[in-house]
């Protein structure tokens, strides 16, 4: 099977010819339908998780950890899925909840940029009939991720004002469940592009810069960009006992004034992930129409293209590619 890999640190990602995987007991087969492009790849393959190593990420790895698609062979113990099952690999816990990063297809084993995956059964969940492959591969991280960063870390609801930095498709979906929870959600980003996309999403407004609103107008701010001085910037223009949510892997390392951090009592919270429930809550609501994950495909063979135009910064949404469909040679 076809598969793009992370082999060193040199932030090119490696097309390999590997031999299909065979599912243990607590395993399933997937054929991969869909496998979504994440900034996340992008830091693995410029060594970005090298200190995450004993969390499960290492290389030689298959990447890719937004996937979804149809059971292809079940192990000898699994009862709840059969062959032809429509089925999504939820990213089961984040950091939180233990083991989360050593069982995670595409950080702490082989992904979804393949042919075929090998998934737990414990990750598994099955995908509603009305609801397209894709969507519920690019949801299990770019859409989850989000809606724990914004419901359970930014605690969204009536009332509250949110900022969302950043309105790649981490930050679109954002904004989506900010204005699900009933907040008034603003956005912002340097590429004023992103602004009519954004307030489809919900968003009340769209402003390049913190500084072009009111001080102290946020009660939670939660950053997608991680560029550091994103997150400065939060630290300075949140209310007193505000909420900043860093979830961009922007930069590795940053400079913040913890003075302010201390003085204004700000909670800071780092976040990745979702949990189980929270990707099915997901699912619900994209059967019901309520959250429309902005998607692009592109062709398998273009992935390290796509790559690239990920690390531009010029994606609205989520691009994702279908594996299945690789052209023939």
Not at 41 to 53: A, Q, T
Not at 97 to 121: F, H, K, M, R, T
Not at 266 to 274: E, K, V
Request: aromatic content about 6%; proline content about 4%; charged content about 20%.
């Amino acid at each position: 099977m076809q598969t793009y890999r992370y082999e060193t640190a040199d932030g090119v990602i490696k097309q390999r010819k590997l031999p299909i995987p065979e599912p243990a007991a607590d395993e399933v087969l997937i054929t991969v339908k869909a496998a979504g492009l994440c900034h996340s790849d992008l830091h693995i393959l410029h060594g970005g998780f090298e200190d995450l190593k004993p969390f499960g990420v290492h290389a030689p790895l298959t990447l890719g950890h937004e996937v979804a698609g149809i059971v292809n062979k079940v192990g000898s113990g699994v009862t709840s899925f059969k062959p032809g099952d429509r089925v999504a690999v939820a990213q089961v816990g984040y950091p939180k909840e233990d083991a989360a990063w050593e069982i995670s297809v595409g950080l702490g084993v082989d992904g979804g940029l393949a042919e075929y995956c090998i998934a737990n059964v414990r990750q598994l969940v099955h995908v509603p009939a009305n609801v397209a492959l894709h969507s519920a591969a690019v949801a299990t991280d770019a859409v989850s991720t989000a809606y724990h960063a914004v419901v359970a870390e930014a605690e969204a609801r009536p009332g509250k004002n949110i900022a969302i930095l950043g309105l790649g498709g981490l930050g679109l979906n954002g904004i989506v469940a900010a204005a699900l929870r009933g907040a008034n959600v603003y956005g912002f980003d340097i590429d004023t592009g992103k602004f009519e996309a954004a307030c489809k999403s919900g968003a009340i407004a769209c402003h390049q810069s913190l500084d072009d609103v009111e001080d102290a107008f946020f009660d939670s701010i939660v950053d997608f960009a991680g560029v550091g001085k994103t997150t400065a910037l939060a630290i300075k223009r949140v209310k007193v006992g505000g909420v900043v949510v860093l979830v961009g892997l922007g930069v590795n390392e940053a400079t913040l004034p913890t003075s302010l951090l201390t003085m204004k009592s700000i909670h800071l919270r780092g976040c990745m992930g979702a949990s189980l429930q929270e990707y099915r809550e997901v699912l619900e609501y994209i059967s019901a129409g309520k959250i429309n994950p902005v998607t692009e495909q592109i062709a398998f063979e273009d992935v390290s293209g796509g790559l690239e135009r990920l690390a531009s910064g010029k994606i609205s949404g989520r691009l994702w590619t279908d594996p299945s469909a690789m052209r023939q040679v």
